[in-house]
């Protein structure tokens, strides 16, 4: 990845967008754009649509998405809404300015994260998952009031791994035999499409499934009880081609969602910011992944 002015604009630009129309919002676009970004591929198209728009400067989730987390925790300290986690609020909405531009300058800082960890851990690990997750970190100790890792009171007497009240990620995903069972019905279909797409489109295999998860976030935006399963289907995807067995991906998938839902207990539901736990996901079980084929090799 080489380092590239416009790059750097488009991704100041895609930071305000994304905390223009919202976090989760953007996300949603980076999913409709990697799914396009497939089925281009099997048109033979000569644009990289998935690393361009899905996963590049415009829709990435380190820039675009990245962006919506780091502006809705600074309208959150400025006291111009109340939940600094709240990432489906389309945060024009609150007509003001700055909060817009500090989304565009995390887009940027996106950007530049993601290229030095390119240039240095690029071939182990998922570094736009990584981005995403420095740069969320690096919002809740600007911009949050309770560090990366208090819990309040109650939280202490129930135990920092037990959700409870309004400290939850996603209620109806948290119990483990549910988390489990999503997990094994999206890995399964993940790890599929990826080995059936593999022979035509190697380059678009692993991320079918993730687009269509992301893409399906839509309905949650909208209040439906849609599971959140993008980490599990890329994982499953990547696990599946890798070491070319769908029952490897299946196992590597349904870890994720596990873990998955452990980062959001660690890192996620007692802050007063957004930490992603999927993105916190994928970069750890990518590395898993990555490197165990290295050594097995």
Not at 56 to 81: E, I
Request: hydrophobic share 55%; glycine share 14%; proline share 3%.
């Amino acid at each position: 990845m080489e380092f590239s002015w416009v790059d750097l604009l488009a991704s100041f630009g895609a930071g305000l967008f994304g905390a223009a129309i919202g976090a989760l919002p953007a996300f949603i676009l980076t999913g409709v754009f990697v799914v396009l970004g497939t089925i281009a591929v099997f048109g033979n198209t000569s644009f990289d649509v998935i690393n361009n728009w899905g996963f590049g400067p415009l829709f990435g989730p380190h820039t675009a998405f990245g962006g919506g987390v780091a502006a809705v925790a600074y309208a959150a300290n400025k006291k111009y809404m109340e939940d600094g986690k709240d990432i489906l609020t389309s945060l024009s909405g609150l007509d003001k300015p700055i909060v817009l531009l500090v989304g565009g300058l995390f887009g940027a800082l996106g950007y530049l994260i993601n290229a030095g960890l390119v240039a240095v851990v690029g071939d182990y690990t998922d570094t736009i998952a990584l981005t995403v997750v420095i740069s969320a970190v690096i919002a809740r100790l600007i911009f949050g009031h309770n560090g990366l890792f208090s819990v309040s009171e109650e939280a202490e007497k129930r135990g920092r791994f037990t959700p409870g009240g309004e400290q939850v990620w996603v209620e109806y995903q948290q119990e483990w035999l549910q988390n489990i069972t999503i997990g094994l019905g999206v890995s399964i279909l993940s790890a599929w499409a990826a080995l059936a797409i593999e022979p035509v489109a190697p380059e678009a295999a692993n991320f079918f499934g993730f687009g269509l998860a992301a893409m399906s976030l839509i309905f949650f935006q909208f209040g439906g009880k849609i599971p959140i399963t993008h980490h599990m289907a890329i994982i499953a995807a990547l696990g599946a081609t890798t070491f070319g067995s769908l029952l490897v991906g299946i196992i590597f998938g349904v870890i994720a969602g596990i873990l998955g839902e452990v980062l959001a207990r660690l890192f996620l539901i007692h802050g007063d910011t957004h930490i992603d736990p999927p993105a916190n996901a994928i970069w750890v079980m990518t590395t898993v992944i990555l490197v165990s084929a290295l050594l097995i090799q």
